[in-house]
């Protein structure tokens, strides 16, 4: 059985932007993010994704097709067309297949397009089986591992909140996102048939640019990429002047 009732914060009118937070995230880690672009005249719409924040999941694999699906389902019902999406990490997967049933203009921030590595899904069946049994174990070591070193200790106040609120995750629904997460399929036919933008850190752990330009060199249209320096996996904490000017440089453009 699977089943999800997607919780949406709609705020302000024009434009639509779409933002969608990563593995282990909610809406809320785009709240120092959003109300630039409320002030600029765009709808600002934030979705805890399925088994995340206050939208719940029952199954064991809640892949990113679903999410995707699920996510459609709203913005068909409420006539939301042709949005901007901005899809941190796990909501670039999102993105990536909501733009399979949609038109929508895409950034991918601090995400990817390929699929996991051999290694790296036995990693995450390994991260399935601790969660199930002491979700706090992996949490501890994941999410501050998600920041540039350099920015750990400098940001622990901004880690802690995000533990708490990763704790708040059932163990079940997390390990059901993480079997998602492995099971997705490359979309390197997205990013050949539609424009979609990449936002890139210096030292972001889990995209790093070694793999990123390697995956590049498979594609015949290559995406616009916008780097930031000094930067981990979290730059709406690590760097979030330069996060935002990246944004507007892609909604004003």
């Not at 068909?76 to 929508?104: A, C, W």
């Not at 290694?119 to 002491?134: A, C, L, Y």
């Amino acid at each position: 059985m699977t089943s999800s009732q997607l919780y949406v914060k709609s705020v302000g009118t024009g434009v639509p932007i779409v933002f969608l937070h990563g593995f282990l995230e909610d809406h809320s880690v785009w709240n120092a993010v959003y109300p630039d672009f409320v002030n600029a005249g765009f709808q600002c719409i934030l979705v805890d994704l399925p088994c995340h924040g206050k939208t719940r999941f029952e199954g064991e694999c809640c892949s990113m097709k679903f999410m995707a699906a699920t996510l459609f389902n709203y913005l068909d019902e409420t006539k939301i067309h042709n949005p901007f999406v901005f899809g941190h990490s796990m909501g670039g997967y999102v993105g990536l297949e909501l733009q399979r049933l949609m038109k929508i203009r895409l950034t991918l921030v601090h995400s990817n397009f390929w699929t996991d590595s051999e290694e790296k899904k036995q990693d995450r069946n390994r991260v399935i089986e601790v969660v199930k049994q002491n979700k706090n174990l992996f949490l501890n070591v994941a999410i501050p591992n998600l920041f540039a070193p350099y920015n750990r200790e400098f940001r622990r106040e901004e880690i802690n909140l995000l533990l708490e609120k990763a704790a708040k995750i059932d163990g079940v629904e997390i390990a059901a996102a993480t079997a998602g997460l492995r099971d997705r399929l490359p979309s390197y036919d997205v990013m050949e048939s539609e424009e979609v933008n990449l936002i890139q850190a210096s030292d972001d752990p889990v995209v790093p640019e070694d793999t990123l330009k390697d995956e590049l060199i498979k594609l015949t249209r290559k995406p616009t990429i916008y780097r930031i320096a000094n930067c981990g996996h979290m730059s709406f904490i690590e760097d979030r002047e330069a996060l935002i000017n990246h944004l507007r440089t892609i909604v004003f453009q």
